[in-house]
């Protein structure tokens, strides 16, 4: 994982020299590359905090895949509609882990259940308790 500081890279300024004239890049001055450099980098949108991009390349295929995580405040202003889906995956994540909690509780109130030995339907059973005690015991 690549965890991005806030050191300056001038990698841009550094390969728009290469193209020119060795004199010609010489003679700029240390002023005149910090313009370069910000004329340049007008996009302050590719910083981020986590910078995750790992590559799977199969070999089977004869190309690569590459997967990209990204991690940071959000500076933009967003449209209506990036607003309105913001909020259904935000409702949509909150209902997921809901139900996860949801189910973890009534699992856990299951076992709490079982191991008190209080039986509700006679001759019923999932078996929960009988997996966990030979997992546990």
């Excluded at 700029?28 to 370069?36: D, H, T």
Aim: positive net charge; contains cysteine; proline residues 4%.
């Amino acid at each position: 994982m690549t965890v991005k500081k806030s050191e300056p890279n001038y990698t841009h300024v550094k390969q728009l020299l290469r193209k020119m004239e060795p004199e010609v890049a010489a003679s700029f001055s240390y002023k005149q590359r910090k313009a370069l450099q910000k004329a340049i980098n007008t996009r302050g949108w590719n910083n981020h905090k986590i910078d995750f991009r790992p590559t799977l390349a199969l070999p089977f295929l004869p190309w690569s895949f590459y997967f990209v995580f990204l991690g940071g405040l959000n500076r933009r202003t967003l449209s209506s509609t990036e607003r309105v889906s913001a909020a259904i995956m935000f409702i949509i994540a909150l209902l997921i882990c809901g139900l996860i909690l949801l189910g973890t509780l009534f699992v856990l109130l299951y076992l709490l259940k079982s191991w008190l030995g209080i039986d509700i339907f006679s001759n019923e059973s999932l078996g929960l308790w009988d997996q966990f005690k030979a997992l546990f015991w």
